[in-house]
């Protein structure tokens, strides 16, 4: 059997082994199966040692871990640039990172072009460096809000992207094309929440991504839609960074649209 797998603590939340397991029925690959694998964050060496000696080929890496699996592993360009590893191949013993290519390929599976576009990014943390190193590749025009400045300035100096920390007022002032969530603010179980400030108008018209897929639509979406915008939510983003790790693990290509409708099918219930 060749097993894969994702690590985290919590870890029940994740849909990750429900739509690579669907991938692979789809596919006729009988012989792998995807684990949910609960790491607690004081054994992380031992368990990437302890999954590798007894035969895992690979695994993904979600919260709190993906910075913390760094030194155990050896990162590749991409994931040093954005300073954590998603996705381990124990075979090679090379960490990389799919978000930010994942997120990539989600905007353009929904016709976003960002190449010159005013992009807004909510958020300092991981999922916001995966995001600024990725758009600002392809050519973005980058703000970055944060509710500690100085992390949001701490971010651009250490990617070393061209981009600006500035406040959600002069983010609207300015205008923008695109507003990227990449805080948990609004996740399951505090769906009331948006990471957007309630006293501050959001633009008409503006292009809302937002990486929580837990609710399928968020207040920012709802937000975004009333002041006449587009909404999309995160679980594209989620079966696209997955699907790179399939596809390196196994050399085939998953269905995206097998482990979108199974990643929908979760939510669901």
Request: glycine share 10%; hydrophobic share 50%.
């Amino acid at each position: 059997m060749n097993k894969v797998g994702v690590i985290g603590w919590p870890i029940e939340h994740s849909l990750s082994p429900v739509m690579h397991n669907a991938a692979f029925q789809a596919l006729g690959m009988t012989d792998w199966l995807y684990d949910r694998i609960a790491v607690p964050p004081d054994i992380v060496r031992l368990s990437l040692r302890e999954l590798r000696d007894h035969g895992y080929i690979g695994v993904n890496v979600t919260v709190p871990h993906k910075q913390a699996v760094m030194p155990f592993v050896r990162p590749d360009d991409v994931a040093r640039a954005i300073g954590a590893v998603n996705t381990i191949d124990f075979r090679s013993g090379v960490g990389t990172n799919t978000d930010a290519d994942g997120f990539m390929r989600d905007l353009q599976a929904h016709g976003m072009d960002v190449a010159g576009r005013r992009v807004v990014v909510l958020g300092a943390g991981g999922a916001a460096r995966a995001a600024v190193y990725a758009l600002a590749k392809a050519g973005a025009q980058i703000a970055l809000v944060n509710r500690t400045f100085e992390r949001a300035e701490r971010l651009i100096a250490s990617l070393g992207v061209d981009a600006a920390a500035v406040t959600a007022e002069t983010a609207a002032r300015a205008a923008f094309d695109l507003l990227v969530n990449c805080t948990s603010v609004g996740m399951a179980p505090h769906v009331e929440a948006s990471p957007w400030p309630e006293d501050v108008a959001l633009p008409e018209g503006v292009t809302v991504y937002d990486m929580v897929y837990r609710p399928a639509r968020t207040r920012l979406m709802a937000q975004v839609e009333a002041r006449g915008g587009r909404a999309i939510g995160g679980l594209g983003m989620l079966v696209r960074q997955g699907a790179a790790a399939f596809a390196l693990w196994t050399g085939v290509e998953p269905p995206t649209d097998v482990m979108m409708r199974a990643g929908e099918g979760a939510l669901a219930r």
